[in-house]
Nanobody
């Protein structure tokens, strides 16, 4: 089992940057695929980035590709999401999640462990 806590959200102007972090506790963190997901009001939860257990493979949907970068540090049990050139449509609650599967594109129901979320608001 793994527990996840996100941090780093906030308010930023369009074109700006934010870095989200997710701290994990529990065993076998280095065996989990990790993902960042987001949910805007009235919309379904969607993936924005996933990274394989080793960190060697990542996936980004077209909506964030070339703007977002996900990384992990297995020794520190941390994942991060660097978000650049933010747009108002990136406004959402961002969640960190863990899965024992790696599927690209990701399947939400594969992710058994979720953090509480952190709000990202991008003003125009």
């Amino acid at each position: 089992q793994v527990q996840l806590v996100e941090s780093g959200g906030g308010l930023v102007q369009a074109g700006g940057s934010l870095r989200l972090s997710c701290a994990a506790s529990g065993r076998s963190f280095n065996r989990y695929t990790m993902g960042w997901f987001r949910q805007a009001p009235g919309k379904e939860r969607e993936s924005v980035a996933i990274i394989s257990a080793s960190g060697g493979t990542t996936y980004y949907p077209d909506s964030v590709k070339d703007r977002f970068t996900m990384s992990r540090d297995n020794a520190k049990k941390m994942v991060s999401l660097q978000m650049n050139n933010l747009k108002p449509e990136d406004t959402a609650v961002y969640y960190c999640a863990a899965s024992t599967w790696f599927r690209s594109p990701p399947v939400l129901t594969d992710y058994n462990y979720w953090g509480q979320g952190t709000q990202v608001t991008v003003s125009s």
